[in-house]
């Protein structure tokens, strides 16, 4: 009877630690996780967390969308992009989110040989991509902006922390705010002690740590030409998977479509034969600058950039339907069996 009761307590004080112990690491395990939704830099935002730490971390993931709206957009007279602008010709002190920000835009700038260049600015607003009222630009205006964009005139003062742009140029971060943020939250919840989430901005994907239970989250690669289907799945851990494409933001004029990646050498929309590039980097700025530059450099140049530089992977998706997917990937990404596309892997 006495060696029952003692079992009997042993027991129950194993299940109490069980259970302590899954209030914390291991109740990830078995939650379902906290979301949110946010509009904010003109797309929608769908964060989700695990774990007991989740609810308060994605509450300043909400407030570090706002601030870095704040700074980095040109649509707010405030931020440090519309001072930089607005104050072409003289060094503008800003933020130290705008000085990383703008550090990996060179980068990628240099990288690329200028395909990506923040300086795009005044050929991005008389297309009207920044805007709600987008129309074919006069050619002569747009070659009158050609000398307008270089991103090699951009002056970056580290140790003063300011920016100067010539007079006459302008600076859009749309091509890696989004990243760049989804980094700066990626790096906030591991600070806050989240190990698993996954951060969607508007199809641009940041996965912290794997799902719960230790599987990869799987990551779906938009068709380019079907909403709401796959060109097949990516299954990883920790890292952005970010992507660029023809069809994000668009308008058709005399059955011609253009689009908003802009080609910097000709001030039209790129068309180098691709329909979207997928970049898979631990770092999501990074990854969202090369995402664009990738689609402007066209398939060609973006598969040396990739063998030369060996720190991201990629997918293309090119006009004539082919998927090509970089050898880094070709374990975990899964076609879709419905597909049409031809897919290829490169080496
Ligand atoms: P999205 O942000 O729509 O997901 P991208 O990351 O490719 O797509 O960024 C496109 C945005 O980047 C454009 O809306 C414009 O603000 C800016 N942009 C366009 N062309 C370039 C370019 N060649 N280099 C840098 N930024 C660009
Ligand atoms: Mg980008």
Same mark, same amino acid.
């Given at each position: 009877?006495?060696?029952?009761?003692?079992?009997?307590?042993?027991?129950?004080?194993?299940?109490?630690?069980?259970?302590?112990?899954?209030?914390?690491?291991?109740?990830?395990?078995?939650?379902?996780?906290?979301?949110?939704?946010?509009?904010?830099?003109?797309?929608?935002?769908?964060?989700?967390?695990?774990?007991?730490?989740?609810? *308060?971390?994605?509450?300043?993931?909400?407030?570090?969308?706002?601030?870095?709206?704040?700074?980095?957009?040109?649509?707010?007279?405030?931020?440090?992009?519309?001072?930089?602008?607005?104050? *072409?010709?003289?060094?503008?002190?800003?933020?130290?989110?705008?000085?990383? *920000?703008?550090?990996?835009?060179?980068?990628?700038?240099?990288?690329?040989?200028?395909?990506?260049?923040?300086?795009?600015?005044?050929?991005?607003?008389?297309?009207?991509?920044?805007?709600?009222?987008?129309?074919?630009?006069?050619?002569?205006?747009?070659?009158?902006?050609?000398?307008?964009?270089?991103?090699?005139?951009?002056?970056?003062?580290?140790?003063?922390?300011?920016?100067?742009?010539?007079?006459?140029?302008?600076?859009?971060? =749309?091509?890696?705010?989004? =990243?760049?943020?989804?980094?700066?939250?990626?790096?906030?919840?591991?600070?806050?002690?989240?190990?698993? *989430?996954?951060?969607?901005?508007?199809?641009?994907?940041?996965?912290?740590?794997?799902?719960?239970? =230790?599987?990869?989250?799987?990551? =779906?690669?938009?068709?380019?030409?079907?909403?709401?289907?796959?060109?097949?799945?990516?299954?990883?851990?920790?890292?952005?998977?970010?992507?660029?494409?023809?069809?994000?933001?668009?308008?058709?004029?005399?059955?011609?479509?253009?689009?908003?990646?802009?080609?910097?050498?000709?001030?039209?929309?790129?068309?180098?034969?691709?329909?979207?590039?997928?970049?898979?980097?631990?770092?999501?700025?990074?990854?969202?600058?090369?995402?664009?530059?990738?689609?402007?450099?066209?398939?060609?140049?973006?598969?040396?950039?990739?063998?030369?530089?060996?720190?991201?992977?990629?997918?293309?998706?090119?006009?004539?339907?082919?998927?090509?997917?970089?050898?880094?990937?070709?374990?975990?990404?899964?076609?879709?069996?419905?597909?049409?596309?031809?897919?290829?892997?490169?080496?």
């Amino acid at each position: 009877m006495k060696r029952t009761r003692r079992f009997c307590f042993l027991l129950l004080l194993v299940f109490a630690v069980l259970i302590l112990g899954a209030c914390d690491s291991g109740m990830a395990l078995i939650s379902r996780p906290v979301s949110r939704q946010v509009f904010a830099m003109d797309t929608v935002m769908n964060l989700s967390a695990y774990g007991s730490k989740a609810e *308060a971390a994605l509450e300043k993931c909400v407030n570090t969308i706002t601030q870095l709206e704040e700074v980095f957009s040109v649509n707010i007279a405030s931020s440090d992009i519309s001072n930089i602008n607005r104050n *072409a010709g003289q060094a503008v002190h800003v933020s130290e989110d705008t000085m990383e *920000a703008l550090r990996t835009a060179n980068k990628v700038s240099l990288m690329s040989d200028g395909a990506f260049d923040v300086t795009i600015y005044p050929l991005v607003s008389l297309w009207g991509f920044s805007t709600d009222i987008q129309q074919v630009p006069e050619d002569l205006e747009i070659k009158r902006r050609l000398p307008f964009v270089d991103y090699k005139k951009i002056r970056l003062n580290t140790k003063q922390q300011t920016v100067k742009i010539p007079e006459g140029f302008a600076i859009d971060l =749309g091509g890696v705010a989004k =990243g760049y943020t989804s980094q700066k939250l990626a790096d906030l919840l591991e600070l806050e002690g989240v190990t698993s *989430a996954m951060l969607s901005l508007g199809g641009n994907v940041q996965l912290i740590g794997s799902k719960p239970g =230790g599987d990869p989250w799987h990551v =779906g690669v938009q068709h380019p030409e079907k909403a709401n289907t796959f060109l097949g799945t990516l299954s990883l851990s920790d890292c952005a998977v970010i992507t660029s494409g023809s069809y994000q933001r668009n308008f058709t004029e005399n059955g011609r479509l253009y689009h908003h990646i802009i080609n910097p050498d000709t001030g039209y929309p790129a068309g180098n034969g691709l329909l979207s590039v997928t970049i898979v980097a631990k770092d999501g700025a990074y990854a969202d600058a090369l995402s664009t530059a990738c689609f402007v450099l066209g398939e060609q140049r973006a598969l040396e950039l990739w063998q030369e530089r060996g720190d991201f992977e990629m997918i293309l998706v090119n006009i004539s339907e082919e998927v090509i997917v970089t050898s880094g990937l070709a374990n975990i990404f899964i076609p879709d069996e419905k597909s049409s596309y031809t897919y290829t892997f490169a080496n």
